[in-house]
């Protein structure tokens, strides 16, 4: 799902208050997914969650000149697909802050 949890929501207002501390800083969202399912659909799914991520941060003041967002789908795993833990780490979104 691309829904954020109240425990997901929590960590993007930590964030917010981050980029608002750093105001020179810029953040790529990145979102990913397991391997269950269709290609496309990941892809899709991956491309919403980082979206979701980023619209959350404009709405908690954070510029969306000083974002980006892209879904990667399954095509970058951290861990195994093949177990439920595995496919659970690969479902994420990675915040990357650069100047």
Do not use: W
């Not at 981050?18 to 991956?46: C, F, V, W």
């Not at 000083?66 to 789908?73: D, H, V, Y």
């Amino acid at each position: 799902s691309a829904n954020l949890t109240e425990y997901s929501k929590g960590l993007v207002t930590k964030i917010a208050a981050l980029m608002k501390n750093y105001p020179d800083a810029k953040l790529r969202i990145s979102g990913h997914t397991d391997s269950m399912g269709q290609e496309e659909d990941n892809l899709i799914l991956s491309r919403n969650r980082a979206a979701a991520c980023l619209n959350l941060l404009a709405r908690k003041g954070v510029d969306k000149s000083r974002m980006s967002s892209q879904g990667f789908g399954e095509a970058k795993p951290i861990a195994d697909n093949s177990t439920k833990v595995g496919r659970q780490k690969n479902r994420r979104v990675e915040f990357e802050l650069y100047y």
